[in-house]
């Protein structure tokens, strides 16, 4: 169901509420963003390997955030006219009839979320409906709070996801789409719904988790509580929610088949948009729908990203002054004279999984600096994502449109080690968050509009050609590493 649209004035909201931030922006219909704001989310840890949020919080994150970029955008609030929706995905809790909360929500990236038995029937099973053949995410999550957590499933109760929530905050409907589902492990791939063996495994019914609707349809009408808390009218349509990294490829334009989003941030991500399903048994590639109609996507993540280097500036008591880090980074020649960073802080995650592997520093001697270092980790991050592309391309990506979007994105170095390691040109987002402005184009659709204008803040990042014969020696060694460090 859509909305058709009324007037020219209209404005969009558009919300991206991330594991550590939520990101707000106002946008007029010829795509330019008025206003934006911001607030901080946490996580708790109660016992190592645990990662805890209140949904609350989720909420109060939305108030603050909306309610700065409406201030940022100085636009009367009845201008407003749709809002959509861009999260995490994955971290879930469990609600009583009411909407409240029974207890903490498990962040996707909490241990518990990770099954420590996989029977092979089972995960057989799984892979026949969800494309992924093994049971992490939900299916290890619910089973952890049904065991530990058993008063949690009453008479009743609501299972619920950041996206579905927020949904329900702002409608009173609890709506979610195929894109959130398939980060949860819970998504059946032929019929983009919620995968009905999966949830009858764990003893769970339908209708303990909210409606699946295609993203950008209307979720519901803003009430009037939550327009009061937001500061714009009552009535105007939500739009049903999407997956952040599938969103971020929406406000990118990464729509088109063999598009590629790199996106930087905690993890580094890589998302490829293809008009036809890929599934592999034994790739940590996600296969899922995608927020685009007649689109499916395939997304892999080096899961200690942006950390690796947030680690080496740590270890090197190295407070995050990036305009003095990048320019030290650039006095240090391609390839680190040597210095290998292989960044599996967590594991390795990409194009396979190896929870037993580790991080290592090689070829680190005397007349090294930190500087050294911190190139290195970078130059390992593009490393790794070049090991995630060719993977790709032998599934149809195009490497020749990657777009980089993120924190990294608007450093004037990263996205150019990025380019003269894949031997492709990059081109870096260097402006705002596309994840929200995908979201705005969700609200678009509810209103019946097309997507909103991709930015044109775009910067074109090429090799440089003594560089990339320099990566292509320090790749050999880093796929050998690889391969020894492994055996």
């Not at 090294?368 to 032998?394: P, Q």
Request: hydrophobic share 40%; with cysteine.
């Amino acid at each position: 169901m859509h909305m058709k649209s009324r007037a020219g004035s209209e404005l969009l909201l558009g919300v991206d509420a991330g594991t550590t931030l939520v990101k707000a922006a106002v946008y007029a219909l010829d795509g330019a963003c008025l206003g934006s704001g911001e607030a901080r989310q946490g996580v708790t840890s109660q016992q190592p390997g645990w990662a805890e949020q209140q949904p609350a919080d989720w909420w109060r994150g939305v108030r603050r955030a909306v309610r700065e970029a409406l201030q940022g955008a100085g636009v009367a609030c009845e201008r407003v006219a749709a809002i959509g929706i861009s999260t995490q995905g994955g971290t879930l809790a469990v609600f009583d009839g009411r909407g409240r909360t029974l207890g903490p929500a498990l962040v996707w990236s909490d241990i518990r979320q990770r099954a420590q038995q996989q029977d092979e029937a089972a995960c057989e099973e799984q892979f026949a409906l969800t494309g992924l053949a093994h049971l992490n995410m939900s299916p290890a999550a619910l089973g952890w709070m049904k065991k530990n957590r058993g008063e949690w499933f009453g008479a009743s109760y609501r299972i619920g996801y950041v996206p579905d929530y927020l949904t329900f905050r702002l409608t009173g409907e609890w709506v979610s789409d195929a894109t959130n589902l398939g980060i949860c492990n819970l998504c059946d791939l032929r019929t983009g719904d919620i995968a009905l063996p999966a949830i009858e495994r764990l003893g769970l019914p339908r209708d303990s988790f909210a409606v699946t609707r295609q993203a950008g349809e209307i979720a519901g009408m803003l009430n009037a509580k939550a327009a009061k808390e937001l500061g714009v009218r009552e009535g105007i349509p939500v739009a049903a929610p999407g997956h952040d990294q599938y969103c971020a490829a929406l406000g990118a334009g990464c729509v088109e088949d063999g598009d590629l989003l790199l996106s930087t941030g905690t993890a580094w991500v890589v998302l490829l948009t293809t008009t036809r399903l890929i599934t592999d048994r034994k790739s940590s590639f996600w296969p899922g729908r995608h927020v685009h109609p007649g689109r499916w996507g395939l997304m892999g993540a080096i899961s200690s990203g942006g950390c690796t280097l947030d680690a080496l500036l740590e270890l090197t008591r190295q407070r995050a002054d990036w305009e003095r880090i990048n320019a030290a980074i650039e006095s240090v020649p391609a390839g680190s004279d040597g210095v290998l960073v292989i960044p599996h802080l967590v594991g390795r995650t990409l194009p396979s999984w190896n929870s037993e592997a580790r991080g290592a520093i090689l070829g680190w001697s005397l007349g090294h600096r930190r500087e050294h270092l911190w190139r290195a980790a970078i130059e390992g991050l593009a490393m790794e994502t070049r090991v995630g592309c060719e993977y790709l391309a032998a599934r149809g990506a195009d490497t020749r449109r990657l777009r980089m979007v993120g924190g990294a994105a608007r450093s004037s170095v990263w996205p150019r080690i990025v380019a003269s390691v894949l031997g492709s040109t990059v081109h870096a987002c260097v402006s705002e968050s596309v994840a929200v402005r995908g979201a705005a184009c969700l609200a678009a659709r509810a209103l019946g509009l097309p997507d909103l204008p991709q930015t044109l803040q775009w910067e074109e990042h090429r090799p440089v050609r003594e560089c990339q014969e320099r990566y292509e020696r320090a790749f050999a060694r880093y796929r050998e590493a690889l391969r020894r460090l492994e055996d």
